[in-house]
T-cell receptor, first 114, second 111 residues
Framework: SQTIHQWPATLVQPVGSPLSLECTVE??????LYWYRQAAGRGLQLLFY??????ISSEVPQNLSASRPQDRQFILSSKKLLLSDSGFYLC?????????????FGQGTRLTVV | GENVEQHPSTLSVQEGDSAVIKCTYS??????FPWYKQELGKGPQLIID?????GEKKDQRIAVTLNKTAKHFSLHITETQPEDSAVYFC??????????FGSGTQLTVLP
């Protein structure tokens, strides 16, 4: 069966520090991968999505970047965090080739920038 | 890309009453219509979905209805219980490469 791992679960980082959040998927090949941010516990803002290794699409200009060094690994990074980067970050995957299928989410990372 | 609108943004119901959340989409190529439930501090999880060749689907107390002509689909929860309190998202699948979620509905079931 397929599983998705996302870590860490919580993170407190000072302004200006770097960030690296990791997400890995097991039990499937060539998944679509997504990073979302959720502020104020409501809307899901799509940050990045990837349809394959090295293929990253950015949805909004921001202080963050994403990479997909391996088929089932998706990393969210920042060189220097801002206070506005605080939020709940979610990684998700879906079957490749279509959005007409279920999305599976990780448990999320609560990031607080202080 | 897909434009998705979800209403209402907040909904409070008495325990035992019904709740209805509506999702409107723009992409006529959409043929997959899921609803996700997100409990506090967790990632969203699929609770029910429907494909465009079906008008309605039920799973115990929850149901989804689809009106492809009007481009909207709705989540119905009957006999609501406190554990139904959560944020609900629609995410109609279309011709875009990325998933598009509605803005979410905070459902509160009052005891």
């Amino acid at each position: 069966s397929q599983t998705i791992h996302q870590w860490p679960a919580t993170l407190v980082q000072p302004v200006g520090s770097p960030l690296s959040l990791e997400c890995t998927v097991e039990g499937t090949s060539n998944p679509n991968l997504y990073w979302y941010r959720q502020a104020a516990g409501r809307g899901l803002q799509l940050l990045f999505y990837s349809v394959g290794i090295g293929q990253i699409s950015s949805e909004v200009p921001q202080n963050l970047s994403a990479s997909r060094p391996q088929d089932r690994q998706f990393i969210l990074s920042s060189k220097k965090l801002l206070l506005s980067d605080s939020g709940f970050y979610l990684c998700a995957w879906s079957v490749s080739g279509t959005v007409n299928t279920e999305a599976f989410f990780g448990q999320g990372t609560r990031l607080t920038v202080v | 890309g897909e434009n998705v609108e979800q209403h209402p943004s907040t909904l409070s119901v008495q325990e035992g009453d019904s709740a209805v959340i509506k999702c409107t989409y723009s992409d006529s190529a959409s043929n997959y219509f899921p609803w996700y439930k997100q409990e506090l501090g967790k990632g969203p999880q699929l609770i029910i979905d429907i494909r465009s060749n079906v008008g309605e689907k039920k799973d115990q107390r929850i149901a989804v209805t689809l009106n492809k002509t009007a481009k909207h689909f709705s989540l119905h929860i009957t006999e609501t219980q406190p554990e139904d309190s959560a944020v609900y998202f629609c995410a109609p699948g279309g011709s875009a490469r990325q998933l598009t979620f509605g803005s979410g509905t905070q459902l509160t079931v009052l005891p």
